[in-house]
């Protein structure tokens, strides 16, 4: 675009069911081995894994979030349990998971906040906000492969800058360069995971 440049940078409790949204958390007792337990946290040959219900795939999720911005703008559209944010983000827990986006040319991977631990439903928030505000270099940029599609991220980041609230953030984020987030376009809302082969994969709109 005509004046404009792109930038780019150098190179707990772990349980969870069908009824923990939007009802009380259970008891604290251990659950029985299996859906819910807290003695895997990676999951056993042949054993199905599902999302937290509060990260499941859905045409109306329980959230409203642009992964654009922080984690903490994101707002509830029912009330849920005050430890969600605690509980393992599958069924059984895992000690790490990847997520992949058909958007996108990077995959990421999910650790616990906690060493040695499994991964919560913050992990996955917070690990895909970090993700998608990595700068993108010169190299990357180039693998995108059309003209238009260039002008794309270029205009994503562009509409990103000029959504700060002052002059000082938009010149932050403009010498901040590209990021991830800006290969998603307009289609940068939550829309949960759906578990496959090859990973977890982000559905967004």
Known sequence: MPGKHVRFSPTPSPTFSSSSLPSS?????PPPLGFGSPYHTTPLPSTITVPHPALAASQTPLWNWDMSYPPDTM??????PSDIWTQAAT???????EIICPRLP???RIYPRLKGSFVTVADVFD???RALRTPVIAGEFELI????AKHAVNDAFLR??????DFAAQRSEQNSG???IDFLGDMSEFRGLVYSKEGWILNVS
């Open 178 to 180: 590209i990021k991830r």
């Open 127 to 129: 690990g895909l906000y």
């Open 160 to 165: 990103r800058c000029k959504r700060q609230l």
């Open 25 to 29: 958390p259970g008891p604290e007792t």
């Open 75 to 80: 707002t509830a559209r029912t009330s849920l």
């Open 106 to 108: 990077w995959r990421t």
């Open 91 to 97: 069924q059984p827990p895992v000690g790490s998971l």
């Open 145 to 148: 492969p059309s003209a238009r």
